[in-house]
């Protein structure tokens, strides 16, 4: 028997914007780096052309977890939870500060599998943004997203993987102010990341999730941290357990050639998320 989600593939849309400075300056602010000069021609970092094309879902439009109601461009996943589980990403040519872009989106794959937490669908969206009506993609990006079944009691996680210790690390406290800045910056209604009633009661988590792109984006502000002067050609992340704001957790970072091997741990020294950064000059 066929997948009626899989008639979502090829599913397309294409969405315009404006690369403005503001919110630049605020993500530069919620990464605790000194204030930064923004004007026309400012290039974005790696990561930050997420803070455009923001969802902009009318209020009646908004499920019960914060997001869209499914069945639009999205295919209508009968799963509760949502979550992005990765991405893959080649930088081609600067965005800046001023441009006129476009996205490009496609529905590339819906697949559904079974886990042992239950049933699993995975939706892959491939997107190419462009700048000031040029033909060739500035980023392409694919965009791996999960959904899962309402946690129950009898839930097995998967074995916890111990974290190395890298060449970088920085400590994070991931608290309500970070995770609302970033909601905020990114129009991000999803409320595991802020309502804690909902992520504990309903969704059954055991605090607030720090979501997965701030965690990214911290993991490639390493980078800039450590190597200011690289320039970042690819980037490719998965994220392997939730972290919870509870407690700390780390970002680390080791260089191997033309590649920056990246990885974050909660407070008990588990990976959390793995990650290749592909440089172009190495640092």
């Known amino acids: 028997m066929s997948d009626p989600l899989t008639d979502w593939i090829g599913r397309s849309e294409t969405l315009r914007d404006t690369i403005t400075a503001a919110p630049v300056r605020g993500l530069n602010a919620t990464l605790d780096h000194p204030a930064l000069a923004v004007g026309n021609g400012t290039p974005l970092f790696p990561l930050w052309h997420w803070l455009y094309f923001l969802p902009q879902h009318r209020q009646s439009e908004i499920g019960p977890d914060g997001h869209a109601r499914r069945g639009g ?3 209508p996943v009968p799963l509760p939870r949502r979550m992005w589980a990765g991405s893959q990403l080649e930088f081609r040519s600067p965005v800046r500060v001023g441009d006129a872009v476009e996205r490009s989106s496609v529905i590339a794959d819906v697949t559904t599998k079974n886990g042992r937490t239950g049933r699993l669908v995975f939706v892959r969206v491939r997107h190419e943004l462009r ?8 980023i392409v990006e694919f965009h791996d997203i999960v959904y899962r079944e309402a946690k129950k009691p009898s839930d097995v996680e998967p074995p916890p993987v111990a974290a190395a210790q890298g ?3 920085r400590q994070i406290v991931p608290d309500d102010v970070l995770l609302f800045r970033y909601s905020a910056l990114t129009f991000n209604g ?11 009661q309903v969704e059954g988590y055991p605090g607030l999730i720090v ?7 911290l993991l490639m502000d390493l980078v800039r941290r450590h190597a200011p002067q690289a320039q970042v050609t690819g980037f490719r992340f998965k994220a392997v357990r939730p972290t919870f704001d509870l407690h700390p957790f780390k970002v680390n970072g080791r260089r191997d050639g033309n590649e920056v091997k990246l990885w974050a741990q909660d407070h008990e020294g588990w990976l959390t998320m793995d990650a290749t950064a592909v440089l172009k000059n190495p640092p």
């Open 211 to 217: 979501h997965g792109p701030l965690i990214a984006t």
């Open 190 to 200: 999803h409320r595991i990341h802020y309502d804690r009633r909902y992520a504990t």
């Open 131 to 138: 700048c000031n009506g040029a033909a060739d993609a500035a």
């Open 73 to 75: 461009f999205l295919p």
């Open 167 to 169: 060449e970088w690390q």
